[in-house]
């Protein structure tokens, strides 16, 4: 289990507190009765954006969080996805989407090490899903992260071309904080997008036959 950093953060910091941790619970239950892998992750989605839409809804928030389309920052970043997020993710390629796979399997080489995927160059870190006008092409389907994580003040403090990072100052998401450790938790597995996404394409890859194009057949190959 591969929780990420800032929701676990919340999670100790909270989970003695009976409100935050009854949403917890409450999320943990309804998710235990969802047994389609993609529904689950689509219930998170909308529960994680209910919670995040109390938060930024705030007019002071607005004016505060410099987070806007085209910033493409923290897509450039080690991205965490439960692998029913990651399967959603899988079926924009599986129905034609095409993204780098060199560069993909490159990000998914370095594991959970984040100190080793920010020695990769800016080029290489930035998410297979980003599009070259800085928009993400699966958003209706990004992870429950890139809907939580924004900062507040200068969106430089994000910029990680030079350096890993600085000491982002984050806007407090508690409520889908909690609902992501449940998330992660109630997962059958994690991890970084770039690894859950390579190991659900491989793993289509040795349960299908070889049909006549997909690109993906060649570079799975070589990596076995
Ligand atoms: S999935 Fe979308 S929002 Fe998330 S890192 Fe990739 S491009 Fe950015």
Do not use: W
């Not at 999320?27 to 892998?37: A, D, G, R």
């Amino acid at each position: 289990m591969n929780v990420p950093a800032i929701a676990k953060q919340t999670f100790e910091r909270l989970k003695s507190n009976p409100f935050y941790l009854a949403i917890s619970q409450s999320i943990l239950s309804h998710i235990e009765k969802i047994h389609n892998s993609r529904e689950k992750a689509r219930f998170l989605h909308n529960a994680v954006d209910e919670y995040n839409q109390e938060v930024f809804s705030h007019p002071l928030l607005k004016a505060l969080v410099p987070c806007r389309a085209g910033c493409t920052a923290c897509c450039h970043t080690q991205v965490s996805t439960t692998y029913e997020e990651a399967l959603l993710l899988s079926d924009y390629i599986n129905e034609g989407m095409e993204i780098d796979l060199n560069r993909l399997k490159l990000q998914s080489d370095q594991g959970q090490d984040a100190d080793s995927y920010f020695k990769l160059s800016f080029q290489d870190r930035k998410c297979v899903f980003l599009s070259e006008e800085g928009s993400c092409r699966v958003y209706h389907d990004r992870p429950m992260v890139c809907r939580t994580n924004a900062v507040v003040g200068d969106s430089k403090q994000c910029d990680t071309r030079f350096n890993e990072s600085s000491q982002l100052r984050l806007v407090k998401t508690e409520k889908a904080d909690m609902a992501i450790v449940s998330a992660y938790l109630a997962s059958q597995e994690s991890g970084t997008l770039p690894s859950m996404l390579f190991k659900i394409l491989k793993e289509k890859h040795h349960r299908e036959k070889p049909t006549k194009k997909f690109s993906l057949r060649n570079l799975i190959s070589k990596s076995l």
